[in-house]
């Protein structure tokens, strides 16, 4: 089973949210089950989506209470590790897609590189390792299906 993080903001825009709903569907209808930190804004969008199209959603919580993610988790994880939950985020993932985002998605995107997973954004970050013009990097994509079948290949390929 492959297992896709999308990370981003707790507080997002219209669109991040849309395109947060169509990766989670996109991911969904692929087979796949997409991890998220399991609050609001993207997370949510994201969550939402995928359930819509009948996938699973795994949560990974900064808090002590696995009843304090959104609602449309289908499982969830307390950590009580609050932002350094991310790590665990990443770790897990097979392949990593940034919509939007702050430092939170910023810390998210530089673990998954270091464990070398492969990160795909849209309208996220822009991020090259200093001195590497060419190479691993967050892999640029311009819509939810893109995003989707970038990060599935790209994990593929792992």
Same mark, same amino acid.
């Given at each position: ?22 990766? !989670? ?13 399991? !609050?609001? !804004? ?57 919509? !939007? ?58």
């Amino acid at each position: 089973m492959l297992y896709i993080a999308v990370v981003g903001g707790s507080d997002c825009t219209k669109e991040e949210r849309e395109l947060a709903r169509d990766t !989670g569907r996109e991911v969904a209808r692929l087979g796949g089950t997409v991890i998220c930190g399991g !609050g609001a !804004g993207v997370m949510e969008a994201v969550s939402e989506g995928a359930r819509e199209a009948g996938g699973d959603v795994l949560g990974i919580l900064p808090g002590s209470d696995h009843r304090l993610g959104n609602r449309h988790l289908s499982f969830s994880i307390a950590t009580g590790l609050g932002e350094a939950r991310n790590a665990i985020i990443s770790r897990t993932a097979d392949a990593v897609i940034a919509i !939007g985002g702050e430092y939170g998605t910023l810390s998210e995107i530089a673990l998954a590189l270091k464990m070398n997973k492969p990160v795909i954004g849209i309208k996220s970050w822009s991020l090259q390792k200093p001195g590497q013009f060419t190479g691993p990097g967050i892999i640029g994509a311009g819509s939810a299906k893109e995003a989707v079948n970038l990060a599935v290949n790209a994990a593929g390929a792992e």
